[in-house]
Nanobody, 121 residues
Framework: QVQLVESGGGLVQAGGSLRLSCAAS????????MGWFRQAPGKEREFVAR????????YNADSVKGRFTMSRDNAKKTVYLQMNSLKPEDTAVYYC??????????????WGQGTQVTVSS
């Protein structure tokens, strides 16, 4: 397993941008696929984006396509989520996770503590 720490959350107005970071520790980071998930108050945790171990393949949820971009830097053991054109419905706690494949929560076995993103209208 890897240990994950998210940062970069905050309060932003609708239409604004934020970049989340997730720093990993552990020697095997580059072998993991990575994902971003989010959980809004009173709602279940949902998939946002994922990236392959090499960074060559990314996939976004329909709700964020064209607005969010996930990337990774294996040398820095860090993944990023660039969020543009933010909407109030993007308000949630954002979690990064390390796993092996897919978009299901059960496919990921290491999770960060989360970072709060709040988008005001």
């Amino acid at each position: 397993q890897v240990q994950l720490v998210e940062s970069g959350g905050g309060l932003v107005q609708a239409g604004g941008s934020l970049r989340l970071s997730c720093a990993a520790s552990g020697r095997t980071f580059s072998s993991y696929n990575m994902g971003w998930f989010r959980q809004a108050p009173g709602k279940e945790r949902e998939f946002v984006a994922r990236i392959s171990w090499s960074g060559g393949i990314t996939y976004n949820a329909d709700s964020v396509k064209g607005r969010f971009t996930m990337s990774r830097d294996n040398a820095k053991k860090t993944v990023y989520l660039q969020m543009n054109s933010l909407k109030p419905e993007d308000t949630a706690v954002y979690y990064c996770a390390a796993g092996y494949s897919g978009s299901r929560i059960g496919s990921y076995d290491s999770w960060g503590q989360g970072t709060q993103v709040t988008v005001s209208s």
